[in-house]
Structures are given as C-alpha cells and as structure tokens.
C-alpha cells in the first residue's frame, strides 16, 4: 500500500513538473526565428570576423559607436557584468559590438574601447558601406545628430537593443536598453542550455 | 426568523461576486496582447491608402497582459522599433516597468506607435474597477 501511495505521489510529481510552463525569455521573442544575417568582416584585432563561425555560443550583438556616452558604456558595461556573473560559463556567451560610426571608430579605437569593458569582447568596424550593409539586414537604422556649436562633432542615433543569436546560429531575442545584468544572465544560460 | 435570513442572504449574493472581483488575483489564461499586420498592408501603403491597421496608442497591464505580440501576415518586413519582423513571423515584447514606450512602426501611416504600460490593479477598489472596465470593454 505505502509503495503504491509512494508510486503515486512520484507520478503527480512528474505530471505536476511536466506541466509547469517552460521558464521565457525576458527578452523579446521571435517565432519562428530565422538563422542570423551573416556577418563576415574584418574585426577590430586584424582576424576575420564571421557570425556563422560561433555556432556552439550564444552571441549577442550590440550596435553602438564608440564616441556615444549615454547609452553604449551602460548596455557594455552590463553585458561585462554579465560574463563576471556567468563565472565559468562566462566561455558561452560571445559580445560581439558593431559600429555604427565607421569613420571614427578604426580599429585601433574599437580595440582599446572595448578593452576597457572586456578583452573579449569582439569589435567589428570597416568601410561606411561594409557596416550599412550589415544595419540593412537587421533593419537597423543610424542617423547623425549634429552637435549644438560644432561642424565636427556628432552624435549617432541608433538602435539600443541587444541582439541575442542562439547556438544555432538564429536570430532570437531583443533585449531592450536598461535591462539589468540579471536578466542577461539569465537569457544566455536559458539559450545556452538548449 | 426566516424573514431576516432572506435579506442578509440576498446581501451576501451580492456582495460575494463583488468582494471576489476587489479582492482576487488576476490570472489571465494569456500575457499577450496581440496585433496583427494583415496582408497587404505594404501594398495599400504604396498605393496612397493610409487607414490606420494598428491603434496609435497600445496600452499593457503590468502582470495581466504585458507581453505585447506582433504578428505579421503581410509579405514584406516590418520594421517595429529596431524589430524586423520577417513575413509569417511573430515577435513578443514583455514589459517589466510602467510607463510610456514610443517606438517607430512601418506598420502605422504616421510611422509611429506608444505603448503605454500601466501598474497592476491593486487589491480593491483599483482592481473592481479593472474588473469591470473589461467586462465592459468585451462588450464594447
């Protein structure tokens, strides 16, 4: 008798976990998800950068400049913070930051910049046509806001989210600017355990 | 006796269904809040024709139905904020803050959507009128 009860209580155990819904994303979802525009470019460290080649990682992409000071040294410092918070996991998830701004982020900027967040963070920059194509594919859009009182300086006007490519190399998530590092880490293992 | 048992039951009928709708949680059977982009869209855009498919303003409710899904049965990307939305796809949005969330939307005439994000009804009063707010709006 007490094994039945046990054998029981094992199955509405088992059906009471198969039923609880699967944990979501905190970002934003795609269904069905589409593989990643590809991406070969020369990347800031002189290697041949190409999106298709990480497969086996979860990446997360980030378009920003290197001259913005509101929102791209939080969403880079948040993704750092991420990796620390990953701890041995940190290996699963690629950064990968692609410039918005060619003609002033070479890639001896990008390097250094991005080095102030995290050395393996990924860097992509090159000609003003090279990095239009690659905002073409994901539907991004870049404008320049001049200055107030200069004819140099600019700022650049852009999409804040975060790209989250899966292991199988598709398209995923957005994750909007402000979230906090919690929630990335909390997106990257979900994806990575796939 | 009997005659004051009637009238203090017929209150307790009353008031029970009240108290429930002030007091219980919400458990909605779906987050999502969905629109859909019909076929189309893009081509009566192109031809001039700029009735409005989609409400300039979207509101959520925080906890009941924050989770905004876009579904696009057109046969061109929509661009939603920085969201290319691929023909045939969907894309779900959750919201975790109250507030206003302007975004850019090829899907609108004016290319331009907000999303409003309000608190979760609190227990009483906020809630009973939420209650009923949607009640009414189901008919509406």
């Known amino acids: ?194 | 006796m009997k005659k004051r048992i009637v009238p203090v039951l017929l209150l307790i009928a009353l008031a029970a269904p009240l108290l429930w709708a002030a007091l219980a949680p919400i458990q909605p059977a779906t987050r999502d809040k969905l629109f859909e982009i019909p076929k189309g869209t893009w081509e009566r855009r192109m031809a001039g024709k700029n009735e409005e498919i989609l409400p300039d303003r979207i509101t959520l409710t925080l906890g009941v139905r924050d989770v905004l899904h876009l579904r696009n049965n057109d046969t061109v990307p929509q661009i939603f904020g920085p969201v290319l939305i691929m023909p045939g796809q969907d894309f779900r949005l959750p919201f975790e803050q109250a507030g206003e969330h302007p975004f850019a939307c090829t899907a609108h005439a004016s290319g331009q959507m907000t999303v409003v994000v309000e608190e979760a009804p609190a227990a009483g009063w906020p809630r009973l009128r939420w209650r009923f707010q949607t009640l009414l709006n189901h008919f509406a």
Do not use: N
């Open chain 1, 1 to 194: 008798m007490r094994r039945l009860l046990c054998g029981v209580m094992l199955l509405a155990a088992g059906a009471a976990w198969a039923a609880s819904p699967a944990p979501k994303l905190k970002a934003g979802t795609f269904e069905p998800a589409r593989v990643a525009p590809e991406i070969v470019q020369k990347a800031a460290d002189g290697s041949t950068f190409k999106l298709s080649a990480l497969r086996g990682k979860v990446v997360v992409l980030e378009f920003g400049f290197t001259h913005c000071y509101e929102v791209c040294p939080v969403s880079l410092a948040m993704l750092a913070e991420a990796r620390k918070r990953l701890g041995a996991d940190a290996g699963q998830l690629q950064v990968v930051f692609i410039s918005v701004d060619p003609e002033r982020d070479t890639p001896e900027r990008m390097k250094s910049y991005l080095a102030q967040f995290d050395k393996g963070f990924v860097g992509l920059t090159g000609t003003p046509e090279q990095m239009a194509a690659i905002r073409k594919d994901y539907g991004i859009t870049a404008t320049k806001h001049p200055t107030a009182g200069s004819k140099t300086e600019y700022q650049m006007g852009h999409s804040s989210y975060l790209y989250f490519v899966d292991k199988q190399g598709k398209l995923r998530a957005l994750m909007p600017y402000g979230r906090p590092a919690d929630d990335i880490v909390h997106d990257v293992k979900l994806l990575a355990k796939e």
